[in-house]
C-alpha cells in the first residue's frame, strides 16, 4: 500500500517505522509498520493541514493554514497532541502571522 503526499517532507514526520503523515488530500494517516500499511488517524481540528512536526511518539504539532476569502484573510490553526494523536487541542494562529507561506512561521510578526 503506498500513500500520496504532497511535495515537500513538511508533511512527513517519521520516528523509525513509526511514520505520520499528512496525505495529498489533507488527511493524517500513521503507519507503525514503516508504510506497508496505513490507518487514518484521529484528525486534528485545523484548516487545511500544511506542516507536521512530531517532538516524540507522543508529541506532535499539525499546522493549519488560515483561508484568504475576498475580503480578508482568516490565519490559520495550530494543534498539538500529548497522548499520541488520541487527542488533540487547537489554537488560533495571531493575526498578522500568515499560514498561506510554505515557512508561516518566518512571516509572522513578533510584538517585543
Known sequence: MSLAVDDGNEAVSPIGKNIWAISSSDVLETTIDGGSSWLRAVQPSVSDPAVLSRVN????????CGQIT???SQPGDLARTDDGGKTWQTAPLPQGCPADSARPWDSCSRNP
Open 57 to 64: 511518539t507522543s508529541v506532535a504539532y499539525v499546522l493549519g
Open 70 to 72: 475576498h475580503n480578508d
